[in-house]
């Protein structure tokens, strides 16, 4: 057994109970809302949005999920008080928050002339100050919430390690090898980025794949390149159920049939990477979506699963026991 810390504090990992492991509350772009409040489809009320949010994370509570892991980090618009607003109105989630840079290319301008970005002009080796921002939000808190971050979050995607993802990747490295902390990593299967993971985060900086999420890896129906990825030891994240653009809902279901057929049920999560407002995508292209929200999984991916072969038992691997055991298991090891 072992605590989890959540919003509202350390949970053991018994009480996690059946785990959405991607899931956002809010998604925003705070420059552009604080200074154009009024464009339309724009953020509007605080109040309004906190509302909305438990509405919405109530009905998901209502469906029996006990707990769900919200990797919002720097680059997504994390604001831990207002994370705290909507958790204190709902006593039966847990919510369990991140730390983190989120960038497909450049870390952000902040650090551009701090840290290792100063080594060829100094001459030395700077350490990264990532990595002790990202500590801190572990070990003592988020911008002094008194909340902690359960996990930590990078970001690979098309545009491959770029050397400000490569950077964020061994700043994430390094500040889990310090607290045991898990990892979850945004990728992009279809550009084989999950390899790249495995060499710069487990081969070269010591990270155990057990303790890594490949969030997005049902983006894919590749099930011969996710069973290699499997068997590497990685936990798959098949988060992004609704998500019906490049891909169909049943295309996203039967890789996850194929892959419980194969015995690969005790490797793999599930999610949909929803949220209860996000500005990066006009409002009036949501309706465009209509199965992705929270409500998804337990209403259409479940049932479609149990009808194509999937048994109880796998389906409570996916949603209780490998979301308890990613969060369970001790400090990795260099």
């Given amino acids: 057994m072992g605590a989890v810390e959540t919003v509202r504090g350390g949970v053991d990992t018994s009480a996690l109970g059946r785990t959405y492991m991607h899931e956002h509350i809010f998604v925003l772009t705070p420059e552009v809302q604080q ?13 309004v949005r906190v509302a909305e949010a438990v509405q919405k994370l109530g009905a998901l ?31 039966d989630l847990n919510i369990v928050v991140a730390t983190g840079c989120y960038t497909y290319s450049d870390v952000p301008f902040y650090f551009h002339y701090r840290g290792p970005a100063l080594n060829e002009i100094t001459g030395g080796e700077a350490p990264d100050p990532m990595v002790d921002m990202f500590v801190g939000d572990i070990e003592g808190g988020i911008a002094g919430t008194g909340v902690k971050a359960g996990l930590l979050k990078c970001a690979i995607d098309q545009q491959g390690l770029t050397p400000g993802v490569e950077r964020v990747m061994r700043a994430v490295a390094r500040a889990h090898l310090r607290t045991g902390t898990p990892v979850t990593v945004h990728t992009h299967p279809d550009s084989r980025s999950g390899p790249v993971v495995k060499r710069v985060l487990c ?50 279901a039967d890789t996850v049939v194929e892959m419980c057929r194969r015995g690969y049920a005790g490797q793999m999560v599930l999610s949909q990477d929803a949220s209860c407002y996000i500005d990066w995508i006009d409002p009036e292209v949501l309706p465009l979506l209509p199965q992705w929200h929270y409500l998804h999984i337990e209403e259409d ?14 389906i409570t691997t996916m949603l209780v026991d490998v979301p308890r055991r990613y969060f369970e298991a001790g400090p990795a090891t260099s």
């Fill in 35 to 47: 200074n154009y409040p009024d464009h339309p489809g724009g953020w509007g009320s605080d109040d």
């Fill in 61 to 91: 509570s209502g469906q029996g999920v006990r707990t769900i892991v919200d990797p919002t980090v720097i680059g997504l618009g994390r604001y831990i008080p207002r994370i705290q607003r909507v958790a204190e109105q709902l006593p």
């Fill in 203 to 252: 081969d070269e900086e010591g990270v155990d794949p057990r303790r890594v999420v490949l969030g997005h890896s049902g983006d894919t129906t590749d099930v011969d390149h996710l069973s290699e990825l499997a068997e590497a030891g990685f936990v798959l994240g098949m988060d992004r159920f609704g998500i019906n653009v490049e891909t169909t809902f049943e295309a996203r």
């Fill in 301 to 314: 991916v479940l049932p479609y699963l149990r009808e194509h072969g999937v048994t109880e038992e796998q």
